[in-house]
């Protein structure tokens, strides 16, 4: 795991001045506190921080080919290029070390830009062809390691986190205005545009190509839902399926130094960690995270379950209220991108307590993406079942929830699907965080200022959406939002809080459920697989039965639950306030004073808008991180 930066001119005769890269890999050495290296020949200049985590005293970068004409800056782990490297020593290549980036630098000089279909992992990297005088920039599969670039005047910038194109003093910051409204629908920024203009992400999946002054980007890979796997029974589908996560954990396991497991309390992590012992050579470590307070859910009793059940040496510990406060502007710092995701602050201190332990740590990450585990997917899928059954009375039945039914006991939690019967899924599935009925949506006119509501229009802050409904118009309904939830909500808000928050605390962390072939064969599925009845990811649960305790596969999905609701009430009152509605804030004229008032009062009052107010106040430090300057970089 590292961090790589740099800077290329269009024109051969422009050189890249070496203090400026030396700058960009400064600002990012927690990526890579261990080494640093640069690339600096005329027009292109390349850096690298790294992580050691494989062939350690031998894997500096950038590395080069045979004769020096291709060079490599690489973020990630691949996972199969042990495989690779075999095949390549057989068509004659010669290698220097025994990493994993070098594989990639022969693979490139045998297969080209077809490269990156050959990798199975977690990836981001540079490379420069001397010969052809080209920049190949590609993101692996699924968005797990972030890459950002830009284009300035005369050259092109990229790196590893946003904060290193800002050191180079050619880059102007302006705001992305139209993105702003994105962020608020979504509570994340999906899509290649950032909040910041002209930076952007180079998307999953995808490859940039710099040469002959020409910029190409092209996608590489895309989840097909066709089923694979058709005509398997459920049977051989949950034999083929516990083989794959075998062999996902047993890659993932792979490193020259220590790895341990985060433990959730939930079925996905506990399921790979049941894998992992059979992979072991030796006692596994495991980390949680509680929170000190009334009434909080305590996700450590199922961890310490899991921990006890499979023989791990486990480590927990509790954070409060003030230590979220404590860690916000680093939060906004570290994220880059405005996203509401409290649970990152629980992410960070569990990192930053498994960081005396390990060096890379295993997450259950994406098994709700690809299994349909969120009880959203079961409701929907409900929901336009009973649609359909209605058909013509919809809009009747939608008139009587909201007017009678929805004001009685049983009822009232129906009422936010209401308003949907209406509507097809296509209209109103934005993603997991946000339908046109949320705040920002249904109330955006009154709570954006004249001025800045008249700049803001709907259809293009939800672009990213609608079109890749248009790649999945023959799916059915469950794996259309698990389509757009894998391109979305799981790149832009899940993986950049993985990624960049423990990053921050020098921790690698991979994901063995989202290992494309995980992916592939789960997209493959029949929906029923996936989601029978009421039971969500059924075909995992069945899988793992008899592996993972009773009380964690049966217990109710809570997700991480961070109490920052309570927090946003009480101990952060003033903080949010005091942000909020503070004249600097206010004079970015985005928001009606009255409005921000309203939502404050509301909350107190128990109100559900604890999520709009975090964002809210992520938005506020942002600008003041990212635009006034006014944070501390550390």
């Not at 005769?13 to 960009?24: G, R, T, Y």
Request: proline content about 4%; glycine content about 6%; overall charge neutral.
């Amino acid at each position: 795991m590292c961090g790589i930066c740099g800077k290329v001119f269009i024109d051969k005769d422009h050189p890249v001045d070496p203090v400026l890269i030396k700058s960009m890999m400064d600002v990012i050495r927690h990526r890579g506190p261990d080494d640093e290296g640069m690339h600096i020949a005329r027009q292109v200049g390349l850096g690298h921080r790294r992580l050691s985590i494989i062939d350690l005293n031998t894997g500096k970068q950038p590395i080069y080919n045979e004769d020096g004409t291709v060079c490599i800056v690489f973020n990630g782990e691949i996972y199969n290029y042990q495989e690779i490297r075999n095949q390549l020593l057989a068509k004659g290549h010669f290698f220097k070390t025994k990493t994993d980036t070098e594989v990639i630098i022969h693979a490139y000089e045998e297969y080209g830009e077809e490269c990156v279909s050959k990798l199975r992992g977690m990836f981001a990297f540079a490379i420069w062809d001397e010969r052809e005088r080209s920049l190949l920039l590609a993101r692996d599969r699924v968005g797990i390691k972030p890459l950002y670039y830009c284009l300035l005047n005369n050259s092109l910038i990229f790196a590893s986190e946003m904060k290193a194109i800002l050191q180079d003093p050619e880059f102007k910051r302006e705001i992305n205005y139209p993105i702003i409204d994105r962020f608020l629908t979504y509570q994340y920024t999906p899509g290649a545009e950032t909040l910041i203009k002209n930076i952007y992400k180079l998307s999953p999946g995808y490859v940039l190509i710099l040469k002959n002054g020409k910029l190409d980007v092209k996608q590489y890979w895309d989840l097909n839902f066709s089923t694979f796997n058709n005509g398997n029974t459920f049977g051989e589908s949950k034999e083929q399926l516990i083989d794959l996560l075998r062999e996902s954990v047993r890659i993932h396991m792979i490193s020259d130094v220590p790895v341990g497991f985060l433990l959730s309390g939930g079925v996905d992590s506990t399921a790979l960690l049941s894998l992992s012992v059979e992979e072991a050579n030796k006692d596994l470590s495991t980390f949680t995270i509680g929170f000190e307070g009334e009434n909080f859910a305590d996700e450590r009793v199922y961890a310490r379950l899991a921990a006890e059940r499979f023989g791990t040496k486990h480590y927990e510990m509790t954070i409060e209220a003030k230590d979220f406060v404590e860690f916000l502007p680093k939060y906004v710092w570290h994220m880059e991108e405005p996203v509401c995701e409290p649970p990152a602050i629980a992410l960070y201190y569990v990192s930053k307590l498994a960081k005396d332990y390990v060096k890379v740590l295993i997450s259950g990450e994406g098994g709700d993406e690809a299994f349909a585990g969120y009880q959203n997917y079961r409701n929907l899928v409900w929901l336009e079942r009973f649609k359909k059954m209605a058909g013509p009375f919809n809009r009747s039945i939608s008139v009587l929830f909201d007017n009678t039914l929805s004001h009685f006991g049983f009822f009232k939690k129906f009422r936010k699907y209401s308003p949907l019967l209406t509507m097809p899924l296509e209209g109103y599935y934005y993603s997991r965080t946000s339908t046109p009925y949320s705040l920002f949506n249904r109330e955006f006119k009154k709570l954006y200022s004249s001025e800045f509501g008249n700049r803001i229009e709907k259809s293009y802050s939800v672009q990213p959406t609608r079109r890749l409904f248009e790649n999945i118009k023959s799916q059915d309904n469950l794996d259309k939002m698990l389509y757009i939830d894998t391109k979305t909500w799981l790149p832009d808000d899940l993986l950049i809080k993985a990624d960049k928050i423990t990053m921050a605390n020098s921790i690698e962390l991979r994901v063995p459920l989202l290992d494309h072939a995980v992916l592939e064969f789960a997209a493959g599925l029949p929906s029923n697989y996936k989601l029978r009845g009421i039971t969500t990811k059924y075909i995992l649960k069945e899988v793992f039965n008899d592996r993972v305790p009773t009380a964690i596969l049966k217990r109710k999905k809570t997700g991480f639950p961070v109490p920052y609701e309570t927090w946003i009430r009480r101990d952060l009152r003033a903080l949010v306030e005091g942000t909020l509605l503070s004249q600097r804030a206010l004079e970015r004229g985005y928001f009606k004073r009255l409005w921000i008032e309203k939502i404050l009062s509301a909350n107190l009052n128990n109100g559900d808008y604890a999520k709009e107010i975090f964002s809210l106040l992520t938005l506020e430090l942002w600008h003041r991180e990212f635009i006034d300057n006014q944070f501390r970089k550390s």
